[in-house]
């Protein structure tokens, strides 16, 4: 695996790993070498990047050791790139399919100035930009007209009116939002999942079926990590919300996908089967979406307490007012919590990060607290959110300022075939992915031989 030296581990290594559980002392095997820049900014991207990163290479090493008959006082020194952290942070901007840069944002995605303030809306999926629409009584779908609309109108009503018809708009808020955790273990049940025997071809999840229940970056992210480290994962939508073509193109390499209808009878018994064999469970839906199927953590550790259950939500489960239930993504986020008008210009208009880094480090948290459950045993519940990640990024240790001297991508940056056709793309920092992503949907949904 490669990742990058700078002279060794900065405060916020040790911080991840402590967050994870690690055994004290392990932070120190990370060392980042080589130079990667995300681009200069008011807050520590590049630090958040490096450490989330180096400590899922540690929790990966962990795992190894243990199926090797060790314990954590074994993990391997690691090494991580920095120009593969930095590629891999903004792995959609470098994505090309069949030659064509992908679609990120859409024309009613940004900040809009309201009567108040500013708001960031989101609709980037057609049913959200339908929601939009509707909330806010607009003539039609076109910047222009939400422009004039939001403009007569204080930003929390804009908000509170589009997240009541379904859709996504978020006032921009001046100061940061309340602390939250970056890790939050919920359960361990004293029960252990199936023992893992030594790795059968050195990558450290293999033969670990991982059920993915997540859309859009952070939660893809963490599962197409535990893939490229061996994981047997299976990515089950619902065919009532479809997935655009260019996000799964970006976060569909190291897993299969297939689509179940948990409302027909037949497709609820095939994932039964799926939940009695699979040793790991990532959801990446808003808190209680999906009790009414039996799919949260509580109810999955109730009847399966081998389990690694990982959970993943935009506002933070222990979130302040009705946001804790609310849908989210990325950009949000920095809207509510104060990143973006940390990143203000002069200008005075919100900015943004230089990445994602909310939904890339959170994506590598997961699948670093994954990794380690699976270390330990199994029989665990965990639960992430971009709002922790935001809150350790402003508040944690500064560690240095974005952008680390000459960088270019190219040396990380692969070409596959896909079922998009050939995909240009970002490499993953723990090596290569042995094929590139199907078309989301287009498998069975069944696990592959162990």
């Known amino acids: 695996m490669t990742i990058a030296d700078v002279g060794g581990p900065a405060g916020r290594t040790a911080q991840a790993w402590a967050a994870l559980g690690g055994a004290p002392g392990i932070a120190g095997r990370v060392r980042y070498r080589g130079a990667g820049n995300l681009g200069e900014g008011p807050l520590p991207v590049a630090e958040?990047?490096?450490s989330t990163v180096g400590a899922c290479?540690?929790?990966a090493g962990e795992l190894a050791a243990v199926r090797a008959g060790g314990g954590p006082e074994d993990v391997a020194p690691v090494v991580v790139d920095e120009g593969a952290v930095a590629t891999a942070f903004v792995s959609e901007r470098h994505l090309r399919v069949a030659g064509r840069a992908p679609v990120t944002f859409a024309p009613l995605s940004g900040f809009w100035r309201a009567a108040d303030g500013w708001v960031r809306t989101h609709a980037n999926y057609p049913h959200h930009e339908t929601a939009l629409v509707r909330a806010l009584g607009l003539p039609s779908a076109t910047p222009e007209a939400?422009?004039?609309?939001v403009a007569g109108r204080p930003a929390v009503e804009v908000q509170e009116s589009a997240y009541a018809a379904g859709g996504l708009a978020v006032a921009v808020s001046e100061g940061y939002g309340e602390p939250q955790p970056l890790v939050e273990p919920v359960r361990e049940t004293g029960a252990r999942g199936r023992p893992l025997?030594?790795?059968?071809?050195g990558r450290p999840a293999a033969g670990v079926r991982v059920l993915d229940l997540t859309r859009v970056i952070a939660g893809p992210v963490a599962t197409r990590t535990l893939g490229v480290l061996g994981a047997d994962v299976l990515r089950i939508d619902s065919p009532r919300l479809p997935e655009a073509d260019d996000a799964y193109?970006?976060?569909g390499f190291g897993k299969r996908s297939a689509r179940l209808d948990l409302a027909v009878a037949g497709d609820r018994a095939v994932l039964e089967g799926l939940l009695a064999e699979a040793d790991v469970v990532v959801s990446g839906y808003r808190p209680g979406a999906l009790e009414r199927y039996g799919l949260d953590a509580a109810e999955l550790l109730e009847r399966w307490p081998g389990l690694v259950v990982a959970e993943l939500c935009a506002w933070g489960w222990r979130g302040w007012g009705p946001w804790a239930g609310r849908r989210g993504f990325d950009s949000l986020v920095q809207a509510g919590y104060g990143i973006a008008?940390?990143?203000a210009g002069a200008d005075g208009v919100p900015g943004v990060l230089p990445a994602q880094a909310l939904d890339h480090g959170?994506?590598?948290l997961v699948a670093a607290g994954v990794l380690r459950a699976l270390a330990q045993g199994g029989g665990r519940g965990l639960r992430f959110s971009l709002a922790g990640t935001g809150s350790w990024l402003v508040r944690g240790p500064a560690g240095g300022r974005c952008g680390r001297g000459e960088y270019s991508a190219e040396p990380w940056l692969r070409e596959v075939d896909s079922g998009y056709g050939a995909l240009r793309h970002a490499a993953s920092p723990f090596g290569q992915w042995r094929r590139g992503p199907s078309r989301w949907g287009a498998d069975e949904a069944v696990w592959l031989p162990r």
């Open 249 to 251: 193109a970006d976060t």
């Open 48 to 50: 958040l990047a490096r």
């Open 362 to 364: 959170t994506g590598y």
């Open 57 to 59: 290479a540690l929790a």
């Open 146 to 149: 939400l422009r004039a609309a």
């Open 197 to 201: 025997g030594p790795a059968p071809d």
């Open 341 to 343: 008008t940390a990143c």
